[in-house]
């Protein structure tokens, strides 16, 4: 049988273990790789996961329990992986290891795929150096301690794993970087009944290796066991995907509701380029209103608008697919809505004050999201103390909205002006003194 | 005597040779190296231009003849520099690049200070890969074939150098990248009574070193040896500054005036980013007048901001100071000045046409700008051809300023808007295609 084995340089592998029971999902009706969390099975899930997070060589899915369904899935899906069968699975998931390892490059990856994690832990990960590193967590939020397998740590090292360590600095995040050279030599410790990856771990710390911790420090991840932790993870995995810089009333209104509708969103076919032209549309019909003179309908259509525009980057972070394209293109569509709705405020208000505020208040707008780009085109990430009250989409839009609402166009185009500009101001000040 | 060797982890070094007659100049009054051209003296101008080339290893500047002056003049503009006197300059420029060698790390660029060249041109030379690098021209623009140093060149390598070869591919450009041990062997070839470069490149090849040539093949360089040199490479060095991704107005109109200008603020104290400044303030005085309904004032004033907004720009790269910070204050200027023109003329014309029209205006304007920024953040350069007739800032004030001038700001408000407008709608329609 030929040796697949390949150079360093074809990038770090992943063994994805795909191939226990599952026995506390049996009442699903589907093999516990093809359950769904947030729009997603959860193997599809692990293989996004780990390419989001930069991981470029090879990727084998082990397999055992209902194999063939597995297997069908990655076929029917497109998933850029090789399928390998262990026939072996029922002595444990150790064994899934040793049969990926032949078809693995130097490094890789091992990844259990009842595990959730956000792209940003792997590239933390794939950071480490060691024979053998292993993600732990010292400040577990979501993963359950009575479950999960704990560590003992000692000087950045993990000097014991186990289900039951009644002292404990944090748990194992089920997910690990490994040289296969080293690990070649577990084989040995590989002939009795029983195999898990726990005493493999626990043959390497035996024979002298070392296990370098890699502390996610609170970064969501849980594992999956049961339909409640479906319904937990899902939480969990919305939660991540509605962080961002988000400003006051994005953080305290718009996300709130925002993530509802991606939920309802996330097992439909609509992309996140599709919800931003949603939103887009919303704006349009509301500045259309405003300039028809329907003040408080387009004021409420505006905030409704602000909310939506949060679904898109919620839905493609949840289902993994963000990229720079769909982010230039949602921002393109947001700066022509922004345009839209003070335009047709300013002119649908029928006041002299209106029809020339909404000049500063537009320059103001446009000119926030110029400079911030363009600073960042050209010197890299701006600062994050450049995030005042002017500098976000949601504190704008819902000062329009009001102004509307409120019957107030005029009072509220001279706000958006002036924090617009004034933050604006703030940044050139900031480049004039070079100090950025 | 110390030897300050050191590895090649330090960067590659310069030296650059300072330490001849310069008798063509000598009615001049000052040493060679201290001669001006485009605001700088040629010893600053070439440290500047090794350094934006991206050159970091130490410079030595190697002086002789009116040494002290030369080096006062390193002290006094505080160049980063290391000076060396060659007492033995009289014999010829070679006993200056062995006098440097023993200051310089492994690899090193031998630079003539009378020899002027683009940033661009070192970046290029950076990137060769040899013991023995020449930068050549196989298609000289200002360098005068009757004075320079021909090449014979076979199979991308210099065989021959000779001011008097009558069979020639090109012109020595004065500029090369040399491995110091390779160099080293040459020191024995030292002993004759004259030792100039070429010598010692003539004993390199005769030593069976090969030589590899860097075709710069028509990018701007001269040398300077006469006062009429020094006019000529005046205009060189405008003419490269003035260059740009520019509009229709800006290459046939704007950039013969700016450039007029920019010659004669090259002597001042002026920065560029005061520049950036004045362009703003007369556009802003523009503004104001089209707001006070001086529509024909104002939109020359529009005009002459659009042609000094070029003189910035020229002022940087013809003085080397250009920076990625105060391209970005510049372009947030523009910004700022371009809201402040629209919104000028459309409320200073005094028709609801124009009241209106000036939204879509401003939007297109910003939206132009805003794309690429937004685009070239998250994606890298955009490419050439999102250069339509709305993509460009001269253009843009053309059309406003005729608006002026003919009194008729209303069309020109449709146009502005209509451009923008549609040029960010075609970069949006790329992005959806994914076709960036």
Redesign the interface.
């Known amino acids: 049988m030929p040796d697949e084995r390949t150079t360093g340089r074809e990038g770090v592998g992943a063994a994805v273990l795909a191939a226990g029971f599952g026995e506390r999902l049996r009442e699903c009706g589907r093999p516990k790789p093809l359950a769904r969390v947030a729009g997603l099975t959860l193997l599809e899930r692990t293989v996004r996961t780990l390419r989001a997070g930069g991981l470029e060589g090879e990727i084998v899915v082990v397999v055992g329990h209902r194999g063939e369904e597995v297997a069908g899935h990655c076929k029917a899906r497109g998933l850029p992986v090789r399928v390998v069968e262990n026939p072996d699975y029922p002595r444990g998931n150790g064994t899934s290891v040793l049969a990926a390892m032949r078809f693995l490059p130097e490094r890789f990856v091992v990844a259990m795929v009842d595990h959730i994690h956000t792209p940003e832990s792997v590239r933390r990960l794939l950071r480490c150096e060691g024979d053998f590193v292993a993600a732990v967590d010292t400040r577990p939020v979501y993963a359950d301690p009575g479950e999960a397998t704990r560590v003992r740590l000692e000087g950045g090292r993990v000097v014991e794993f186990g289900k039951n360590l009644p002292r404990y600095d944090g748990l194992d995040a089920g997910l690990f970087l490994c040289s296969r050279p080293a690990l070649e030599r577990l084989r040995e410790a590989s002939g009795g009944e029983r195999l898990s990856w726990n005493d493999l771990k626990r043959a390497w710390l035996a024979s002298g290796g070392e296990v370098v911790a890699c502390d996610l420090a609170g970064a969501p991840w849980t594992d999956v066991d049961t339909p409640q932790d479906l319904r937990l993870s899902e939480e969990m995995v919305l939660g991540w995907a509605a962080s961002g810089n988000d400003g006051p009333v994005s953080r305290h209104i718009n996300r709130r509701i925002s993530r509802r509708i991606t939920r309802r969103l996330l097992d439909t076919p609509l992309s996140p380029?599709q919800v931003s032209l949603l939103s887009f549309a919303l704006a349009a019909l509301g500045a259309g209103l405003l300039a028809a003179g329907r003040l408080r309908l387009g004021g409420a259509l505006v905030q409704l608008a602000s909310i939506v525009d949060g679904c898109d980057g919620e839905l493609a972070r949840a289902r993994l697919e963000s990229s720079?394209?769909g982010?230039?293109?949602d921002?393109?569509?947001d700066?022509?809505a922004d345009?839209?709705i003070?335009?047709g405020l300013?002119?649908g208000a029928g006041t002299r004050l209106a029809?020339?505020a909404?000049?500063?208040a537009?320059?103001g707008a446009?000119?926030v999201?110029?400079?911030r780009?363009?600073?960042?085109?050209?010197?890299g990430r701006m600062p994050s103390r450049f995030t005042g009250l002017g500098a976000t989409r949601d504190v704008r839009l819902a000062v329009l909205a009001l102004g509307g609402l409120l019957g107030a166009p005029g009072a509220a185009l001279l706000a958006t002006g002036a924090l617009g500009n004034a933050e604006?101001l703030r940044?050139?000040l900031a480049?004039?003194r070079?100090r950025?």
């Open positions: 380029d720079p394209r982010a230039v293109f921002a393109t569509l700066r022509w345009a839209l003070i335009s300013a002119l029809a020339a909404g000049y500063p537009l320059a446009l000119l999201s110029y400079t780009a363009r600073w960042e085109a050209a010197l604006a940044r050139l480049l004039k070079g950025s």
